[in-house]
């Protein structure tokens, strides 16, 4: 069975530019989770995304905004990017989403805002 | 505000030693922790988890300890191995959020 993954693997961008990731789950699974990664911060939660539905967010601002497709494939857009969002974006599948099932990562996009 | 905190960013252990990473939260309405590794360009992986109803939980070479009431609970890895090196992550959650709060990692090194 395919694991979760995630496109582009490395992304540069410039301040004030957006930018498009990318996550596919692995098949059959419904529920998509985004963290951000930075040293010092841990993985944060972003948001999660189940049968196309955001169900979950935490507490970024709205220039962080995601989606997610009849397939599952979710996709998580970030606005007027800023230095500070330079950080590893993790994206994490699971059947239902919920605590009794097991989230499984992809390996992440590093994204670089120059 | 960091509800889950990993003070240690790093460890070294010898090879056969005891490894023990530890994670403190200031939530007391957390009553399900999880425990990550993570080795680099990889995504977290699960590795054991635990029940706010349970104390301690084993899985081979790994024990996840919880006392509750010092809002701690700690990862034992016994004998610990260089494939044992990795960043670990401690997570909480509780049953009415279903959100994961992550701590800040800490990296363990086995050495030879």
């Known amino acids: 069975k395919a694991g979760v993954t995630q496109t582009p693997r490395y992304l540069i961008k410039t301040r004030g530019q957006q930018v498009t990731l990318s996550c596919s789950p692995i098949?059959?699974?419904?529920?998509v989770s985004w963290y951000q990664q930075t040293p010092g911060q841990g993985l944060q939660f972003l948001f999660e995304?189940?049968?196309?539905?955001?169900?979950n967010k935490g507490n970024f601002p709205g220039r962080f905004s995601g989606r997610q497709f009849s397939n599952s494939r979710s996709e998580m857009n970030v606005s007027t990017l800023e230095l500070g969002d330079s950080a590893l974006y993790l994206c994490?599948?699971?059947?239902?989403?919920?605590?009794?099932?097991?989230?499984?990562f992809g390996p992440g996009t590093r994204l670089t805002v120059l | 505000d960091q509800q889950v905190k990993q003070n240690s960013p790093s460890l070294s252990v010898q090879e056969g030693r005891i490894s023990i990473l530890n994670c403190d939260y200031t939530?007391?309405?957390?009553?399900?922790f999880l425990w990550y590794k993570k080795y680099p360009a990889e995504g977290p992986t699960f590795l054991i988890s635990?029940?706010?109803?349970?104390d301690k939980n084993e899985d081979g070479r790994f024990t996840v300890f919880l006392n509750k009431s010092a809002k701690h609970l700690s990862l034992h890895i016994v004998p610990s191995q260089p494939g044992d090196s990795a960043v670990y992550f401690c997570?909480?959650?509780?049953?009415?959020?279903?959100?994961?709060?992550f701590g800040t990692g800490t990296r363990l090194q086995v050495f030879p």
């Open positions: 098949s059959g699974h419904r529920s």
């Open positions: 635990i029940s706010s109803i349970k």
């Open positions: 997570a909480a959650s509780s049953y009415n959020t279903d959100k994961l709060i």
């Open positions: 939530n007391s309405m957390f009553d399900y």
């Open positions: 994490a599948s699971s059947l239902t989403g919920g605590l009794n099932n097991e989230q499984f």
């Open positions: 995304y189940f049968s196309e539905t955001q169900r």
